[in-house]
């Protein structure tokens, strides 16, 4: 099963590089490289590497029911880790590794560092399509198919996603929590008896990682740091195509579909988004500013700066946070396969 599972990896990561470089002339590609002013792509890359810690800042006020006062650096270290891991070997093991790592440095469950894992990609997920729905009320060009087909799914998953936030609601509600566990109980029928009651400790655990008992304040400034993630790195990808030719005729709006377009081919578990990111890349562009006059060169030219771009900025960081904490990479993906979590 593992072998057919790496056989199919090989054949969609082959057949979106084709997709990508099909048309593509390399050297005129290298040339508009070659020609960029270096400081588009030294702010683009800057921003990045800032962008971790406004995660990490966000990461904390999360983890603040279950842990007082965690070091800002000590979050971001593990968040950096977390996206290097991603990007070296598919399947996004970074995100559970992250989250058992940190909570056995700080001393919680490894279920609640996971379920503050979870809960923080469901607020990315709510943020993004928020912001994508405010860029609607910005978009003039909006009969681009690849558009069209976003905004439907924004419309199908926001009301989705808004009902989750809504049971998680319910679980914060002191007087669910009976309610709460005999659901547990429940989905623990099917299993062996000799499963049962680690399931239902397990799973217990990792709703209560879900419950977030903040105050009105930290509620406040969990909103604004999670809309600030996103908000920050839109008006880099648009700062990044002011270096480009077709970059004039975009603005700071029209640049979130195609942010959007890249967030769900992160979605797609190849190692460092290989092949994923570039054919998303390089037909949201073309199908997107195509008003623009953006040439196949262009967009092959863009996506691939912005490919080693994002690579730089999560693998050495990575690499130094490894090294920082004295941990092994092969230690790390070892955690993510175990099957226990309590």
Same mark, same amino acid.
């Given at each position: 099963?593992?072998?057919?599972?790496?056989? %199919? %990896?090989?054949?969609?990561?082959?057949?979106?590089?084709?997709?990508?470089?099909?048309?593509? =002339?390399?050297?005129?590609?290298?040339? #508009?490289?070659?020609?960029?002013? $270096?400081?588009?792509?030294?702010?683009?890359?800057?921003?990045l590497f800032f962008q971790f810690f406004i995660r990490a800042y966000r990461w904390r006020i999360i983890l603040s029911p279950f842990k007082k006062s965690i070091s800002i650096y000590s979050l971001y270290n593990y968040i950096v880790i977390g996206f290097f891991i991603n990007s070296i070997v598919p399947g996004r093991l970074g995100?559970?590794?992250?989250?058992?790592?940190?909570?056995?440095? &700080?001393?919680?469950?490894? *279920?609640?560092?996971?379920? +503050?894992?979870?809960?923080?990609?469901?607020? =990315?997920?709510?943020?993004?399509?928020?912001?994508?729905? !405010? *860029?609607? !009320?910005?978009?003039?060009?909006? =009969?681009?198919?690849?558009?069209?087909? %976003?905004?439907?799914?924004?419309?199908?998953?926001?009301?989705? &996603?808004?009902?989750?936030?809504?049971?998680?609601?319910?679980?914060?509600?002191?007087?669910?929590?009976?309610?709460?566990?005999?659901? #547990?109980? !429940?989905?623990?029928?099917?299993?062996?008896?000799?499963?049962?009651?680690?399931?239902?400790? +397990?799973?217990?655990?990792?709703?209560?990682?879900?419950?977030?008992?903040?105050?009105?304040?930290?509620?406040?400034?969990?909103?604004?740091?999670?809309?600030?993630?996103?908000?920050?790195?839109?008006? %880099?990808?648009?700062?990044?195509?002011?270096?480009?030719?077709?970059? +004039?005729?975009?603005?700071?709006?029209?640049?979130? $579909?195609?942010?959007?377009?890249?967030?769900?081919?992160?979605? #797609?578990?190849?190692?460092?988004?290989?092949?994923?990111? =570039?054919?998303?890349?390089?037909?949201?562009?073309?199908?997107?500013?195509?008003? /623009?006059?953006? /040439?196949?060169?262009?967009?092959?030219?863009?996506?691939?700066?912005?490919?080693?771009?994002?690579?730089?900025?999560?693998?050495?960081?990575g690499i130094v946070a490894i090294k920082m904490k004295g941990l092994k990479i092969r230690s790390i993906l070892g955690i993510t396969e175990r099957d226990e979590v309590s």
């Amino acid at each position: 099963m593992k072998i057919l599972k790496i056989v %199919l %990896l090989i054949i969609v990561v082959v057949a979106l590089l084709y997709f990508f470089f099909n048309n593509l =002339d390399l050297a005129e590609v290298a040339k #508009i490289i070659k020609d960029i002013n $270096p400081i588009y792509p030294v702010v683009f890359l800057l921003g990045l590497f800032f962008q971790f810690f406004i995660r990490a800042y966000r990461w904390r006020i999360i983890l603040s029911p279950f842990k007082k006062s965690i070091s800002i650096y000590s979050l971001y270290n593990y968040i950096v880790i977390g996206f290097f891991i991603n990007s070296i070997v598919p399947g996004r093991l970074g995100e559970p590794a992250r989250g058992v790592l940190l909570a056995g440095e &700080i001393g919680i469950k490894k *279920s609640e560092g996971l379920a +503050s894992v979870v809960l923080e990609r469901m607020i =990315d997920f709510l943020m993004i399509i928020v912001i994508f729905f !405010l *860029s609607l !009320l910005f978009l003039e060009k909006t =009969d681009s198919p690849i558009f069209v087909s %976003l905004k439907k799914g924004a419309i199908v998953l926001f009301p989705i &996603i808004v009902f989750i936030f809504f049971l998680f609601y319910l679980i914060n509600i002191e007087g669910m929590s009976g309610f709460v566990e005999k659901l #547990i109980k !429940l989905t623990s029928k099917p299993l062996p008896l000799k499963y049962r009651e680690k399931w239902i400790e +397990s799973l217990g655990n990792f709703l209560k990682g879900l419950k977030l008992k903040l105050s009105a304040w930290n509620y406040i400034k969990l909103l604004l740091s999670s809309l600030l993630v996103w908000m920050w790195l839109v008006p %880099l990808y648009w700062f990044l195509m002011k270096g480009f030719a077709f970059g +004039s005729g975009v603005s700071v709006m029209q640049t979130v $579909p195609y942010f959007s377009i890249i967030v769900v081919s992160a979605a #797609i578990p190849t190692p460092g988004m290989t092949g994923s990111l =570039d054919a998303a890349s390089k037909l949201g562009l073309m199908e997107l500013y195509g008003y /623009t006059g953006i /040439t196949t060169n262009q967009a092959g030219a863009f996506t691939l700066l912005v490919h080693v771009l994002i690579l730089i900025a999560i693998l050495i960081p990575g690499i130094v946070a490894i090294k920082m904490k004295g941990l092994k990479i092969r230690s790390i993906l070892g955690i993510t396969e175990r099957d226990e979590v309590s």
